[in-house]
Nanobody
Framework: VQLQASGGGLVQAGGSLRLSCAAS????????MGWFRQAPGKEREFVAA????????YRPDSVKGRFTISRDNAKNMVYLQMNSLKPEDTAVYYC????????????????WGQGTQVTVSS
């Protein structure tokens, strides 16, 4: 599976962005997908994840109510809708794919996209 993340940019606090992750590979719809972010000098942090079927999603409290993950298996796409953005959301955002159940640990993901920069100004 190859992943390509896009949609990042510069936005003011309170604004919105929608990140996209395009996946290649015939078995995309069997993979759990996750979004993570990494700020300078910090470890990669879990943001959201979704089961292969799209039936269940997972988010930490820091983004719950603001970020929504979704997927379209017919298009091999995963999305992260980010609303009410805060300066502390500034980071490089990565999408990951895992052949298995959803987990929040980045080390357990099998494939990664190249990352897309999100910068939120105050």
């Amino acid at each position: 599976v190859q992943l390509q993340a896009s949609g990042g940019g510069l936005v003011q606090a309170g604004g919105s962005l929608r990140l996209s992750c395009a996946a290649s590979g015939r078995t995309f719809n069997t993979y759990a997908m996750g979004w993570f972010r990494q700020a300078p000098g910090k470890e990669r942090e879990f943001v959201a994840a979704i089961k292969w079927s799209g039936g269940s999603t997972y988010r930490p409290d820091s983004v719950k109510g603001r970020f929504t993950i979704s997927r379209d298996n017919a298009k091999n796409m995963v999305y992260l809708q980010m609303n009410s953005l805060k300066p502390e959301d500034t980071a490089v955002y990565y999408c990951g794919a895992r052949n298995g159940v959803v987990v929040t640990t980045p080390l357990l993901y099998d494939y990664w996209g190249q990352g897309t920069q999100v910068t939120v100004s105050s």
